[in-house]
């Protein structure tokens, strides 16, 4: 796997009343909109213990030692929210995953990366069971979670393992889905300004109670589409920028792979008097067969990437339960969903060696330039009079753009039974089986076998050497469509009691000692099936990859009690859990987790907490038996930089590694800025681990009802972590810190042979190998802030009481540290305040959320504000201000308005505006040679961008935004 250490530590707390409410005090029983969901003060003594995310254990007070955020579904109606990404990652805990904006890197998915750990460490919940996961990375797609069924979503900050099992090492998310009683209806459209973009979604639900109110049953479905917009729809990324990290002044830069053509000469042929003479390279102009000397022409590849992909989703499902007498209840839950989601990118650009019969290709070039190939291949010391290797570069837009549909069908099944035993203890038993199937079709895909055969005379001659060249008949010649698919499937049987030791108390007041022990068994297992093109390595376009297929399973047991004692106003609570898993990898076998946390009351309206945590990550499918794939990330050759010297240490290393004393800084060396690297599995993983502190307060003064205050401090460290080092780290690590060829930081670039062309380039022909390790160290820490207030107001146009609610929330976090350590002693990459290259998405030092909604009887006005503070940009050997560039991303703020109105009391609507104020990156002028003309406010970014000129899963690229929505209960 390849990650991206996005280094982001965004908040905890949240929870929106009316809006947003924060989680002091928890309790989430409220079906009026205009309360806060929270209500701080003592619970009531008749309330029946319930479970709360992060524990096994009923109780009735239900304040954790562990930070719990909770998001009410009030913020999903009043952000016009359909897909559950859209909320999820605006909160201050998330730093963006894969969303609707992530086209190139993208899956067609939306993930959740808490505290920007990445992904495959956040444990997703719904209902507090595990969900279906959809690739061999054993990720849950957001995609497939029903959002108008959500009645919360709890966030516990810190590693789970000790309740939860595997994956919760940055914490959990927990989706809480509602009961319906009778039936809903739905739907919601949304537009931007630019009237591009739609989004539109439909949905029903029926729910009752059966049988004297003995059982209950709940069906659903959904249906959601979401139309396309190109990033050439939007002025800031119409063209591809760059050119700081080359030394240019920011300018339209794009690809060295042209629809024209480029061919570069590479042998030893003499090239005096060829318009190869100065750099070795020849482009094709508007008159096809006739070629000049390149002179930086670049292709314009952005207009027709998608900057928002479009989506068709159908979800149907239900759950139900059953007293089947003495308290003992049997329950299901079902749900399938069919999502697909496409990607496009430019067309195919074909790079690389290939042999060229000259007869072959003679017709296709005038005289005088044939005469030049001519004269280099009679001047080559190999002999072959017939053939000659020429780099070429050739962008098929004849073929049309690449498109890559993913359709994903998914499925969950769940069974089980709940009850008493006896007076004082209960029992939960069930089991799970889901199952993802994903196919996979690309369209725009290139044969390198077929391309080949078109050059070397071995079949029909292809006409690539001009704009427009490549016939009906040439085209699908070499196209191919190629298709793969994945298959993912998890079982879970979880049992557990739980319940007191009878009237057990430590104290008269307190409330009885609680426990809860259980045992669980997961069996996960994956697959990835390319066709035989893309296993072959024979496409060209999307990134081909081998056969990966893989399971195992873990069985657990665990253990969990809670020591509540109360002594007069003040309350003490010890907690603590364990739990001891086997798995069947040999190299992970039987590992421990544990927690232990505390709370002391003082007095009612103040409450310290404290925890601490050990948790664990068994690699996951991808890891340990993923087969080698080729990918293009990003990266900057150590070789082609001003340090590069001839005699120096950084040089002679380059030297070694086969680039010419010639070309050493120059930082044209590479052909692109996407270099291939090859990336693969490694089944000798072992698990990682993770320790995770919280310490924090809670204020709920008496004297001011409706006010509630957290504060907590976290701390999260990851060792043993697993990690495929990015190509820009390895270099790092190899040419500018360990500069030895035989150490293990530099195996990638000198263990398999050769990786260079004979001008230093790296091609695809033996890419560098770089494979997960256990040598990584992760690491987060910070302050999490959420303050609510809940009043009323002596003003009112809507009802005879004079009076309105007023909510108001705010949730934020300052990012301490948030770090990665390749490997021990290598250098620590600090990314708190940072993006860029090696930091991925930005990790604002000051993240915050906050909402005032007032609710005046049916009418709800609600504005919520958005902020992220300034970051900087983490590449210290470019000044990308100095060449119009972008070193230093201003601080951001956006603002949401919103107004719902219960027109009856069966009938809801919403309208709202997202994005007041169309903020938006800069839109670039340029002048007469494509250079950026205006001056760069901060917002657009080149070299140093994720794509479209900036970071879309973080900023805002749509612009001004309307939604309409109406929803009917009868």
Request: charged share 15%.
């Amino acid at each position: 796997m390849s990650y991206r250490f996005t280094k982001a530590s965004l908040l905890t707390g949240t929870v929106m009343a009316g809006a947003m409410i924060a989680s002091p005090a928890l309790a989430q029983a409220d079906d009026q909109d205009n309360e806060p969901a929270t209500q701080p003060g003592v619970q009531a003594e008749e309330a029946a213990p319930i479970v709360v995310t992060g524990s096994r254990i009923a109780r009735r007070n239900v304040e954790t030692a562990a930070p719990i955020a909770v998001i009410q579904d009030e913020e999903f109606k009043l952000s016009g929210t359909v897909n559950v990404e859209n909320v999820v990652n605006t909160l201050p805990q998330v730093v963006p995953g894969f969303t609707s904006n992530s086209n190139n890197p993208g899956t067609g998915t939306a993930t959740l990366n808490l505290r920007g750990l990445g992904s495959a460490r956040t444990l997703v919940l719904v209902n507090d069971r595990r969900w279906m996961f959809y690739d061999t990375s054993q990720v849950v797609d957001l995609n497939t979670i029903p959002s108008f069924l959500l009645d919360s979503v709890d966030v516990v900050t810190g590693g789970a393992s000790a309740v939860y099992g595997s994956d919760a090492l940055s914490g959990v998310v927990n989706f809480n889905l509602r009961q319906i009683d009778g039936i809903e209806m739905g739907g919601q459209y949304s537009i931007t300004e630019r009237g591009d973009g739609a989004r539109y979604e439909v949905h029903g639900a029926i729910g009752t109670s059966f049988d004297d109110g003995r059982g209950s049953a709940t069906v659903f479905a959904e249906y959601f589409n979401r139309d396309s917009i190109f990033q050439g729809d939007r002025g800031f990324s119409n063209f591809a920028l760059g050119g700081e990290s080359f030394g240019l002044n920011q300018l339209q830069f794009g690809s060295s792979t042209l629809p024209n053509g480029v061919i570069r000469y590479f042998g030893d042929g003499d090239r005096t008097g060829t318009d190869f003479a100065a750099n070795n390279a020849v482009v094709f102009d508007d008159v096809a067969g006739d070629f000049r000397q390149r002179a930086g022409d670049t292709y314009n590849y952005a207009p027709v990437n998608y900057l928002q992909i479009p989506q068709e989703r159908y979800l149907i499902g239900g759950y139900a339960d059953y007293d089947i007498g003495g308290g003992h209840t049997f329950y299901t839950e079902v749900a399938f969903v069919n999502n697909r989601v496409a990607q496009e990118l430019a067309a195919t650009p074909v790079t690389g060696s290939f042999t060229v019969n000259l007869d072959t290709i003679e017709p296709f070039l005038n005289a005088a330039d044939f005469a030049q190939l001519q004269q280099l291949n009679a001047t080559e010391t190999d002999g072959d009079p017939d053939n000659i290797l020429l780099f070429l570069q050739r962008r098929t837009i004849e073929t049309g753009a690449r498109n890559s549909l993913d359709e994903r069908n998914a499925f969950r099944v769940l069974g089980g039974i709940s009850g008493p035993i006896g007076d004082y203890l209960s029992y939960d038993a069930y089991y799970m089986y889901a199952r993802t199937r994903n196919a996979n079709v690309q369209d725009g895909n290139i044969s390198r076998s077929a391309f080949q055969a078109g050059l070397d005379g071995t079949a029909a001659p292809i006409n690539i050497f001009g704009l427009g060249t490549l016939t009906d008949d040439m085209v699908n010649q070499i196209s191919i469509r190629a298709q793969n698919g994945d298959v993912s499937t998890l079982e879970n049987a979880v049992a557990t009691v739980s319940g007191t030791f009878g009237d057990f108390a430590i104290g008269a007041d307190s409330e009885p000692v609680a426990f809860a022990v259980g045992a669980e068994y997961r069996g996960v297992a994956s697959q990835f099936i390319p066709d035989t093109a893309l296993a072959s390595g024979d496409v060209i376009g999307f990134n081909a990859g081998n056969p990966t297929e893989g399971s195992y399973n873990v069985k657990e047991l665990f253990a969990e009690v809670n020591v509540p004692i109360e002594f007069g106003s003040a309350r003490l609570e010890f907690t603590g859990a364990g739990r001891y898993s086997d798995y069947s990898l040999d190299n992970v076998g039987g590992v421990w987790t544990y927690a232990g946390g505390v709370e002391f009351s003082p007095i009612p309206d103040v409450t310290l907490r404290g925890q601490y945590q050990r948790a664990v990550r068994a690699p996951n499918v991808g890891e340990l038996f993923g087969g080698q794939s080729i990918g293009f990330p990003g990266a900057t050759d150590p070789c082609g930089t001003a340090a590069a010297t001839a005699g120096s240490a950084l040089g002679n290393l380059c030297v070694a590694n086969g680039v010419p004393v010639a070309n050493l800084g120059n930082p044209g060396i590479q052909l692109n800025a996407q270099i291939p690297a090859l990336f693969g599995g490694n089944p000798n993983l072992e698990e990682e681990t993770g320790d995770s502190w919280t310490a924090g307060i809670v204020l709920q003064p008496s004297f001011l009802p409706g006010l509630a205050i957290t504060a907590d401090y976290f701390d999260i460290e990851i060792a043993n972590a697993i990690t495929t080092i990015s190509l820009q780290n390895s270099f790092d690590l190899c040419f500018n810190q360990v500069q030895d060829p035989n150490a293990p930081a530099c195996g990638a670039f000198f263990g398999n042979g050769p990786i260079r062309n004979a001008a230093g380039a790296i091609t695809t022909a033996n890419p560098p190998v770089l494979g997960g390790q256990n040598v990584a160290t992760l690491g987060v820490s910070g302050v999490d802030l959420q303050a609510t207030y809940s009043t009323t107001i002596p003003f009112s146009l809507m009802t005879d009481t004079g009076e309105q609610d007023f909510n108001l929330s705010f949730l934020g976090t300052w990012t301490e540290k948030s770090f990665f350590e390749p490997f021990a002693g290598a250098d620590i990459v600090e990314c708190a305040g940072k993006f860029g290259i090696n930091c991925g998405e930005p990790t604002p030092s000051f993240k915050w959320t906050a909402r005032a909604s007032f609710v005046d009887g049916p009418l709800t006005t609600s504005i919520r504000w958005r902020h992220l503070s300034a970051v900087d940009d983490d590449d210290d050997t470019v000044d990308y201000n100095a060449f119009n560039g972008v070193e230093r991303i201003p601080a951001y703020d956006i603002l949401d308005l919103t107004f719902s109105a219960e027109a009856t009391e069966n009938v809801t609507v919403t309208v709202g505006v997202n994005n007041i104020f169309d903020t938006l990156p800069q839109t670039p002028t340029f002048d007469a040679d494509g250079f950026v003309s205006s001056t760069n406010n901060g917002t657009l970014l080149g070299d140093n961008q994720e794509q479209a000129n900036t970071y879309p899963s973080t900023y805002e690229v749509l612009g001004r935004d309307f939604f309409v929505s109406a929803l009917l209960k009868f």
